[in-house]
């Protein structure tokens, strides 16, 4: 009886396990300890969150191996960390630390402006952002096991992230009625895999799992990503820029199993300290955006 | 036959898929009240410190204990650990199965793994020959069974990766994510 390690089915598997809970941003093994006790379903390893890369400015990279092995030993649900996109020999050294998820994360700045990472050639699975159906189904060509729609990382504003988790679920809702001959079509202006979106037609949703991410700040915010349709919720800055992590992480955790449920939402949300303080990405110029960043 | 699956956190829509294949209802149990009425429960993978700590907040531990008395229950891999008595660490447990598990005991993701597993019973109960495929992620072993616990199975090393106590089940690996439905059909035999 063989054992086969790195197939897509356990690649997939993991983010299976991850479905309807929160996966949050922590940069010390302090932090990743309070994720863990309020409910964390996975943590995110760091070495700055997004409104603090924002902030600083500089080229972002890989986080130093030795701070995401310090946030390992801490916890044991599963630590995931972020690579440049394209940056291929840093995901390599994230996988050869044994981290559980690598995100080629557009948070980071890019180290190819053309091309991801072959993300076939990895036993460890990855994570991608998008913005549409497109690019979602282009990175699982490539490999990805998991999706997450990017919204705007570091603003705590959450109209990005609505905008592309509408976009992705309105274009699966779109494919779900076309005619069979519609689909080559379909999957030209679409930019994606002829097999995808064939696939994610006969699905009627998205091949893998699909979190929302980028500019959830609240629990409320947690439960309407939930409400419109996404797997669950990456909380990056949201967290650990308000005055309160353990008691506003906790009451995320709560809000997303219980998204359909107003009274305990209404509940969770009481009493929660200085929300992070936000940025309007309707009055960010252009430039200061990340979600454009993957091709 | 109505049976629940604790929707807490994981892959509990994976679990209902499978029991709609089988034609029967499912329900998704998120709070104490959804336990009526129900002939079996499934607990389905996903972070069983998540699963344990919204169980306790919520007030699930004492009604999912006391349904486990009377009615079949099936945990699958965090679920598996839910249901033990010992984790080997402190987290929430339900301590209806008297078996002791032991967390991500393979390892990490990369270490994740697909095996066909020979499982007497399921064969026996299902009238099928085949060897069953099974997903195991960042999968916890059960180190020992005591009491009236019995190994269902074990991989090729000799690890026990499942259990069954009466009407109770633990399963370290994922017959949800695949397409076979036997080993849903054997936990419904014991609902039955």
């Known amino acids: 009886m063989e054992q086969q390690t790195g197939t897509f089915a356990v690649k997939k598997g993991l983010a299976q396990m991850l479905k309807g809970g929160v996966i949050m941003d922590v940069v010390t093994p302090e932090h990743a300890k309070i994720a863990e006790d309020a409910g964390a379903c996975a943590v995110m390893a760091l070495e700055r969150v997004p409104a603090d890369i924002r902030a600083q400015g500089g080229v972002a990279r890989m986080s130093d191996p030795e701070l995401i092995l310090r946030i390992m030993d801490a916890v044991t649900i599963p630590v995931m960390a972020k690579c440049r996109i394209g940056h291929f020999v840093e995901a390599q050294i994230l996988e050869a630390i044994g981290v559980d998820y690598i995100d080629e994360s557009e948070v980071l700045t890019p180290a190819d402006e053309a091309n991801h990472i072959n993300k076939h050639l990895f036993k460890v699975p990855f994570v ?8 979602a189904l282009r990175r699982i060509g490539e490999g990805a096991a998991m999706i997450r729609t990017k919204g ?3 603003t705590g504003d959450v109209v ?3 905008r592309h988790a509408r976009t992705v679920l309105g274009d699966i809702r779109r494919l779900t009625t076309m005619a069979d001959e519609e689909l080559m079509a379909f999957a030209k202006e679409l930019g994606a895999p002829y097999e995808l979106v064939k696939e994610t037609k006969e699905l009627g949703r998205m091949p893998v799992v699909n979190f929302a991410a980028g500019g959830v700040a609240t629990p409320a915010d947690a439960a309407l990503m939930m409400q419109l349709g996404v797997d669950g919720v990456f909380v990056g800055s949201g967290i650990f820029k308000s005055g309160d992590p353990a008691k506003r992480a906790a009451a995320i955790v709560k809000a997303v199993t219980h998204y359909q449920d107003a009274s305990i939402l209404a509940e969770v949300s009481k009493n929660l300290g200085e929300p992070m303080v936000g940025r309007n990405v309707s009055q960010m110029p252009e430039a200061e955006k990340i979600a454009g960043r993957g091709w | 036959m109505k049976i629940g699956v604790l929707a807490i956190q994981g892959d509990f829509a994976e679990h209902i898929a499978m029991l709609k294949r089988l034609n029967v209802e499912a329900v998704e149990v998120r709070l104490p009240e959804h336990l009526k009425g129900l002939d079996g429960l499934i607990i389905p993978g996903g972070e069983s410190t998540t699963i344990g700590k919204l169980a306790t907040d919520y007030g699930l531990m004492e009604p999912l204990r006391q349904f486990g008395q009377r009615h079949a229950v099936w945990g699958t891999c965090a679920g598996a650990i839910f249901m033990s008595k010992d984790a080997s660490r402190n987290q929430p447990l339900l301590n209806l199965m008297d078996i002791k598990v032991e967390r991500n005991a393979f390892g990490r993701q990369v270490d994740s793994f697909e095996a066909d597993l020979d499982i007497p019973e399921l064969k026996q109960v299902t009238g099928t020959k085949d060897a069953f495929h099974a997903v195991f992620i960042r999968a916890p072993i059960i180190e020992s069974v005591n009491g009236d616990a019995k190994i269902l199975a074990s991989v090729a090393d000799g690890r026990i990766v ?15 994510l695949t397409n076979d439905t036997r080993f849903h059909e054997y936990f419904l035999s014991l609902a039955d």
Do not use: I, K
Request: glycine fraction near 10%; charged fraction near 15%; hydrophobic fraction near 40%.
């Open chain 2, 162 to 176: 499942a259990a069954q106590q009466v009407h109770l089940l633990a399963t370290s690996f994922h017959p949800e």
């Open chain 1, 128 to 135: 991608c952002g998008c913005r549409n159906l497109g690019e």
């Open chain 1, 152 to 154: 705007e990382a570091g």
């Open chain 1, 160 to 162: 990005e992230a609505v």
